[in-house]
């Protein structure tokens, strides 16, 4: 269960450092950050936001307010990628739930 989660985080990271060989512009930002926000949108309605995950978003915006669109980028995958795993999460535990109920 948390290694298919922990796949999934090292596999966004990897994406993440193949895209990071072109340098980042402020529409390459603002596309990552659009497809980061609907993620943690989805684990919003999941009910199953990780912290880290907004934690990750802060330092995206920031990171493009300071103009450093390659680390917004960077930190903006990395939300987006959070968010998924918190999704992938729950829709797991909706189906182990049952399992762990005392009967």
């Avoid at 269960?1 to 895209?19: E, P």
């Amino acid at each position: 269960m948390h290694r298919n989660l922990i796949k999934l985080a090292v596999a966004a990271s990897c994406l993440t450092l193949a895209t990071a060989a072109v340098a980042a512009s402020a529409d390459d930002y603002k596309a990552a950050a659009a497809k980061a926000e609907a993620a943690i949108k989805a684990a919003h309605a999941a009910r199953n936001e990780w912290t880290t995950t907004a934690d990750e978003m802060k330092a995206a915006k920031k990171a493009a307010d300071a103009g450093n669109f390659d680390e917004a980028v960077k930190h903006a995958h990395e939300a987006e990628a959070l968010a998924n795993a918190s999704i992938a999460q729950a829709k797991e535990q909706e189906k182990l739930w049952p399992d762990a109920v005392i009967r």
